[in-house]
T-cell receptor, first 111, second 110 residues
């Protein structure tokens, strides 16, 4: 069974809007929570990541919010641009670096 | 710095054939990983190598073997390919917590 559950499967947002993707996990041994961005035909690329001792991390237009007690974390993409159209994966890893991925969210930003 | 490279980019196999997917990294990372990506399922870990000389099973190891040839190279072998192994395969290497992925190998087994 999938240890990291991701929603929604897909979303469409207008240019300038906010995209929000949510993930939930079960295993409390996870200690690193990255988000990956993937374009068609390419490998996943690390976008932003957070450790569980921090509740929020912001890098440019991308923000992770982390709720340790609820075992949930989310990605917010502010001022969404057409170039942000991609598939986004949340993931969680243990100390060995074994990543458990969510199923992915396809984001389409319309002009 | 090429990062993580994978060969081949594409491969078509017949059921029962064998092949080896190659992966190399030039970042001097200790840990390396093999994942497969199937539609609607994200990426799943097949095998990993925490350091040169060690390998361990991931979530979906059946039907695969790996070799950590040296610090740079980590290969994935399919001894007898099955249609269920049709997938995109990604290799990754890790520094601290960050994993860096290669461009992938698209494998079709007919």
């Amino acid at each position: 069974q999938q240890q990291v559950k991701q929603s929604p499967q897909s979303l469409i947002v207008q240019k300038g809007g906010i995209s929000i993707i949510n993930c939930a996990y079960e295993n409390t041994a996870f200690d690193y929570f990255p988000w990956y961005q993937q374009f068609p035909g390419k490998g996943p690329a690390l976008l932003i990541a957070i450790r569980p001792d921090v509740s929020e991390k912001k890098e440019g237009r991308f923000t992770i919010s982390f709720n340790k007690s609820a075992k949930q974390f989310s990605l917010h993409i502010m001022d969404s641009q057409p170039g942000d159209s991609a598939t986004y994966f949340c993931a969680a890893s243990d100390s060995w670096g074994k990543l458990q991925f969510g199923a992915g969210t396809q984001v389409v930003v319309t002009p | 710095n090429a990062g993580v490279t994978q060969t081949p980019k594409f491969q078509v196999l017949k059921t029962g054939q064998s092949m080896t997917l190659q992966c190399a990294q030039d970042m001097n990372h200790n840990s390396m990983y093999w994942y497969r990506q199937d539609p609607g399922m994200g990426l799943r870990l097949i095998y990993y190598s925490a350091s040169e000389g060690t390998t361990d099973k991931g979530e979906v190891p059946n039907g695969y073997n790996v070799s950590r040839l040296n610090k740079r190279e980590f290969s994935l072998r399919l001894e007898s390919a099955a249609p269920s192994q049709t997938s995109v395969y990604f290799c990754a290497s890790r520094m601290d917590y960050e994993q860096y992925f290669g461009p992938g190998t698209r494998l079709t087994v007919t």
